[in-house]
């Protein structure tokens, strides 16, 4: 049997409560639970954006920052980000560093994020070899266009959370 995959169970300190299964965690009363997101940058200043996948559990088809995840029990955001960026996008994160704190309860179709969900920034210098599984699309997008983007989205084909992050970010 395949080892599936467990998420990080914690309080509003961030405090770890336990773990449970990561298919069993997205539902309508998901436990808060620790995640990340990074904005990825490339040598032109581009930050990348990517639509997540359409067979997701959660917010399938939309569009978002570059990655977002879950750290593994024992693992840090830092080594959860550089694994998740090779695994979903194929690229390896330099300059990593951590923007702001953020946490987020939103709920899609009859499934609750609740995160504790730093947000984090990186450089990367490959090409993108996207794994199919976890985005659908990307692009890479000047941050001014992107924040107009986001402003003007009436359709709500950017994930929520990613306009709020942009909030506290600074390019």
């Known amino acids: 049997m395949k080892n599936e995959e467990r998420v990080v169970l914690v309080d509003e300190n961030d405090t770890e409560l336990g773990t449970t299964l990561k298919s069993q965690v997205h539902t309508k009363n998901t436990p808060l639970h620790r995640a990340f997101s990074i904005f990825l940058f490339n040598a032109e200043g581009q930050t990348l954006v990517t639509q997540r996948a359409l067979s997701k559990t959660t917010w399938p ?61 990186g450089v990367v210098s490959e090409e993108i070899v996207p794994n199919q599984a976890e985005v659908a699309d990307f692009r890479w997008m000047d941050w001014n266009d992107f924040l107009s983007v986001l402003e003007e989205d009436k359709t709500n084909i950017w994930s929520p959370w990613v306009k709020e992050e942009v909030k506290r970010f600074t390019a």
């Not at 840090?76 to 694994?83: N, P, T």
């Not at 390896?92 to 923007?99: C, R, T």
């Open 61 to 121: 088809g939309i569009w978002s920052n570059s990655c977002c995840g879950h750290p593994a029990p024992k693992e840090s955001y830092e080594a959860a980000i550089l694994r998740r960026v090779r695994e979903e996008l194929g690229l390896d994160v330099q300059n990593l560093e951590k923007v702001s704190d953020y946490s987020y309860r939103f709920e899609h179709e009859r499934v609750v994020e609740n995160e504790i969900c730093p947000i984090y920034r």
